[in-house]
């Protein structure tokens, strides 16, 4: 029975010890960076709002009907044009909820401290500058003030002390990955 293998109970003497790491506390510009992200959200609710309402009236229907004319369009009539006015309607409520629940989630993942969070945020803030074309006023405001807050809370997370937190959430994560 002596040939048999034994347990070796004796630590691996090559194997680094665990250290216990703390997770890094968020500054308190996180929380800011997240209420901005929440009030661009608010922002494009009322955007989504004014342009619904924009597209319901009487001038929209008109500028439709000119584009049709000019695109020499055969047979146009009022219910091509309400057909055309009810896509645009599901297209701007689709595209308002699925733009808040960008805004929610990217805050949400950016409080925590996740860095893809800002990447892909960084990047959407600079694809919403494509709202700017063609914009109608008043509903214009809320867009124009829905964009300049979504940029200003993206470059606040890679500045100091949000970027060093980005950083060390890293670390920490990395550290306490089990293997």
């Not at 959407?124 to 809320?142: D, E, H, N, R």
């Amino acid at each position: 029975m002596t040939d048999m293998p034994r347990y070796n109970p004796e630590p691996d003497p090559y194997r680094q010890p665990a250290v216990a790491m703390v997770a890094p506390t968020p500054p308190p510009i996180m929380n800011t960076i997240f209420y901005m992200l929440l009030a661009a959200a608010a922002l494009q609710v009322i955007a989504g709002i004014f342009g619904i309402v924009h597209t319901n009236s009487s001038d929209f229907r008109a500028q439709t009907t000119e584009q049709l004319t000019k695109q020499n369009t055969p047979g146009i009539t009022p219910e091509m044009i309400d057909v055309s006015v009810a896509l645009v309607i599901g297209t701007l409520a689709v595209m308002t909820v699925l733009a808040v629940i960008g805004y929610v989630v990217i805050g949400l993942f950016i409080r925590k401290g996740m860095g893809w969070a800002r990447i892909v945020g960084a990047i959407l803030a600079v694809v919403w500058l494509i709202q700017l074309t063609g914009l109608s006023m008043p509903g214009g405001i809320a867009t124009v003030l829905q964009i300049l807050l979504g940029l200003a809370a993206m470059v606040l997370c890679f500045m100091q002390p949000t970027a060093g937190f980005f950083t060390a959430r890293k670390n920490f994560r990395l550290a306490n990955k089990v293997r």
